[in-house]
């Protein structure tokens, strides 16, 4: 079957009701971009954030906050030297755990493509590799001209994609009173390193295997904002709900805890 045919069949399902029009203009984008080459798509070389690994950690820390994005791309820029990409949401994790935040710590390979590649094959190797979602691209000098996202080729064909600005909220934080805020989804050995707790929080009889769990099962019905109870000291308490889902804990260690 040939392209034609396919879009004889498209028209066909549009004039029958089997296809609304706008699914139409979705498939008929998909076959544009066998025609459509990855340049065409690039955001610039001069309109990329680059980090940069001799800016100082609070230089590269502050575009990484600025900008919505979930990826950034690492280069030297005297000499200009592309060293990789870094996953935003891994290097503030580092950070908020207080591990090692230097970028050649974080960086992951950036794969190249060429400015004349069709858009369709580069779709299909985004599909084949899950983590590749950006690339940069180079001419026929193997220079860089700049890069394409996974999104870009979604947004030609089905327009512009709503960003999220907000960063994802780190899985604990350790607030200046010396008590954490914990997401509900955290297993429980990392919740008994972070606190410290010697005594395992896994109960026999018990399938939880996340703190939402722990918690619940010390409850025995629904849960609800604000509720909490003390175990080996420390205080939990339920601070945010998704629904019926617990989110986020408070837990207050033994020194404050019995200061209240």
Request: glycine share 6%; no cysteine; charged share 30%.
């Amino acid at each position: 079957m040939t392209e034609d045919d396919i879009r004889a069949l498209i028209r066909e399902a549009v004039i029958y009701g089997e296809v609304e029009h706008t699914e139409r203009e979705i498939l008929e984008r998909v076959f544009q971009l066998d025609d459509l080459q990855v340049g065409a798509l690039m955001t610039h070389h001069s309109k990329i954030i680059w980090l940069d690994p001799d800016d100082s950690e609070q230089s590269n820390l502050e575009k990484i906050l600025a900008h919505p994005h979930s990826r950034f791309p690492v280069a030297r820029r005297e000499p200009f030297e592309v060293l990789g990409v870094i996953k935003a949401k891994e290097y503030l994790g580092a950070r908020v755990q207080g591990k090692e935040t230097g970028l050649n710590t974080h960086l992951h390979k950036l794969e190249t493509v060429p400015a004349t590649m069709r858009v369709l094959r580069l779709l299909e190797l985004f599909r084949k590799k899950d983590q590749m979602h950006f690339v940069l691209v180079v001419d026929e000098y193997n220079v860089p001209r700049g890069v394409v996202t996974f999104n870009d080729i979604l947004e030609s064909m089905v327009g512009a994609i709503p960003t999220v600005q907000a960063e994802p909220e780190p899985a604990a934080v350790r607030r200046a009173d010396g008590s954490w805020l914990l997401d509900g989804f955290m297993s429980l050995e990392e919740v008994q390193a972070r606190l410290g707790i010697e005594r395992s929080m896994r109960e026999e009889g018990q399938a939880f295997d996340n703190l939402a769990g722990f918690v619940l099962a010390h409850f025995g019905d629904e849960p609800m904002m604000g509720k909490h109870f003390d175990w080996e000291g420390h205080r939990f308490e339920i601070v945010d709900m998704d629904g019926k889902r617990i989110d986020r804990i408070l837990v207050v260690p033994p020194s404050r805890g019995n200061a209240k």
